[in-house]
């Protein structure tokens, strides 16, 4: 049955929902410009560029809606929104695939933290893993209104800088993007790439950025039921569109720097030291600080959408022992496996399964909702 929600949001609500979503998908890759080299630059195309971030925004808008629409209707986590709309067979086998990309997730954004920290403060790296270890922990051991709470402030600041870094940015290496395309088409710079194509890198970038949602959005459309349906759908629209445009432009910048970006851990890092010239020593500390906030953001909800699978009660000793637990697996893993390979290795075939979940889950929200609105009006 369609749902009758009405009321009305304030627009601070609205920015806290929707900056909560957008610190939820900028991890790690996004605010290390990892993502925007592999996803975006790696093709040595303008065009190419463009396909992955309307194939990206395509595919986490409308999964997005498909999770919050089953929210509202009761589910109440990413299990309950699975069996919502393809059954309980199918439904686990989908949670299985969010569940095991989340986990692996935690592994590249906890490398990440590290690395930034590497790259700016010459922090050894197993140092920098411990201090991301301890946060991610301390932080996702108060359950989800806590994280909230917190990440909501952070996300429009993150988006808001690396946004403007990219513009920026656009004005001293857009003019040598035809340079970047030649060095990368030549062969004389070589970049991971992350997918057989553009299309396919849409695929699985958008499919990656679904899976690393997928329980906080059904939790978001659940508080959201008795408010107005366009709601939904512009915090949907805006985490959607921020994360599309934001890494598009950063990989573009990349690609007109492409000899000095393939070398880098942290590509974005490096360009704001760049660009910044003689005040890169003040700007530089900045957006190292905004990176490191961005992966904590993010790593944090991760974490609990792995612990909260299993262990629902997120006040219980057993809760926090599994949270523990689990830093501590990461932080060992990290310490033999390079950043870099750990992006791409898995978010690319994480990526295709989240391909597959949102073709899936898209045709059965448009098919319930067709159904919903039918039932709605035999009722009247």
Known sequence: MEDTGNKTMRVGALMSFAGALMAYLIGSGTASGQESMQYFSSWGSVSGALIVAIVNFTIMFCTFMAYTYAGRHGATDLLSVCEFYVGKTVG??????????????????????????????????WIGYAIAVVLAVGTASLGLKGIVNIIGKVGPVIVAFLFLLGIISAFKYFPHIPEGIKLIQSGEVTVLQAGANPLFAGISFGGCSILLVAAYMSSIGRELGEYKKKYTAII???????????VLILGLVHLGN???????????????????????????TIFA?????????????????????????EESAKYKIACVLAGVVVFIVDLFIPYATLVNIIMTYAGYTGGIVFAVLTIRWIMVRIEDKKDAKQTL
């Open 289 to 313: 600080i905004i990176i490191l906030l961005s992966i904590y953001s993010t790593f944090c909800p991760i974490l609990w959408t792995c612990v909260s699978t299993f262990i629902k009660d």
């Open 92 to 125: 686990k086998l989908f949670t299985a695939f969010a569940w095991i990309f989340n986990a692996c997730a935690l592994f590249f954004m906890i490398s990440g933290f590290g690395n930034t920290l590497n790259q700016q403060w010459n922090l050894p790296l």
């Open 236 to 246: 949907c629209g805006i985490g959607a569109a921020a994360i599309s445009v934001t």
């Open 258 to 284: 492409v000899a000095d970006s393939s070398t880098s851990a942290i590509p974005n890092l490096l360009i704001a030291n760049q660009v910044f010239g003689a005040a890169s020593g003040i700007f530089g």
